[in-house]
């Protein structure tokens, strides 16, 4: 079993920048990811990290976001430029068994990921 605990979330106004922190027990070289889901929105994929560092963006947080880990077991998303669009519940995710990522897929079945309980992100005009 591996725990997840996201940090870093608040309030920014838009344009401000936000850095989530993910602290993962164990395993952290295994395919990671950063998900959000805000209220009456199905979740969407925001970033993930293969186990040798490749990393892989969602179209909207492109060239905003950067997701990144380190070797204490730590995932990181810097977030600069927020939009009005992005405040939801940001939560990390990692592979039970594969270092590779494949896209968002790798991480979309409950069955294979462990996953924190989030942290609320808001943004405000």
């Known amino acids: 079993q591996v725990q997840l605990v996201e940090s870093g979330g608040g309030s920014v106004q838009a344009g401000g920048s936000l850095r989530l922190s993910c602290a993962a027990s164990r395993y952290a070289y295994r395919c990671m990811g950063w998900f959000r889901q805000a209220p009456g929105q199905d979740r969407e994929g925001v970033a993930t990290?293969?186990?040798?560092?490749?990393t892989y963006y969602g179209d909207s947080v492109k060239g905003r976001f950067t997701i990144s880990k380190d070797n204490k077991n730590t995932l990181t998303l810097e977030m600069t430029t927020l939009r009005p669009e992005d405040p939801a519940l940001y939560y990390c995710e990692q592979h039970k068994f594969s270092a590779a990522c494949s896209g968002f897929k790798s991480l979309a079945r409950n069955d294979d990921v462990y996953w924190g309980q989030g942290t609320q992100v808001t943004v405000s005009s």
């Open positions: 990290i293969t186990g040798a560092g490749g």
